[in-house]
Nanobody, 121 residues
Framework: QVQLVESGGGLVQPGGSLRLSCAAS????????MGWYRQAPGQQRELVAG???????HYTDSVKGRFAISRDNAKNTVYLQMNSLKPEDTAVYYC???????????????WGQGTQVTVSS
């Protein structure tokens, strides 16, 4: 069973920074893609930043230049450095990974439990 464990959320003032971490554990052959989504109250979950299966990165327009995604393949961990945070960044942030558990199986999608990020003065 693959598990994604997130950490690093919290309360921060506008203009501040936070760093989220997501570690994948369990039996797996490989991680195809990994990234961060967020969901604010009353809104749909949206992709914030992610690594594709080719290794390229993607950012939603509203966070470009402020957020940076990185990863440590040896630790199966992805990070999201969030700078110049704004109140509209307030949301529950979810880690997502597309994982091939066994070589002969199709990739499966996994989610973390979510971590709250609140940007407020």
């Amino acid at each position: 069973q693959v598990q994604l464990v997130e950490s690093g959320g919290g309360l921060v003032q506008p203009g501040g920074s936070l760093r989220l971490s997501c570690a994948a554990s369990g039996t797996m052959f490989m991680i195809n893609a990994m990234g961060w989504y967020r969901q604010a109250p009353g809104q749909q979950r949206e992709l914030v930043a992610g690594f594709s299966s080719s290794g390229s990165t993607h950012y939603t327009d509203s966070v470009k230049g402020r957020f940076a995604i990185s990863r440590d393949n040896a630790k199966n961990t992805v990070y999201l450095q969030m700078n110049s945070l704004k109140p509209e960044d307030t949301a529950v942030y979810y880690c997502n990974a597309e994982v091939v558990v066994r070589l002969w199986e199709l990739p499966q999608n996994y989610w973390g439990q979510g971590t709250q990020v609140t940007v407020s003065s």
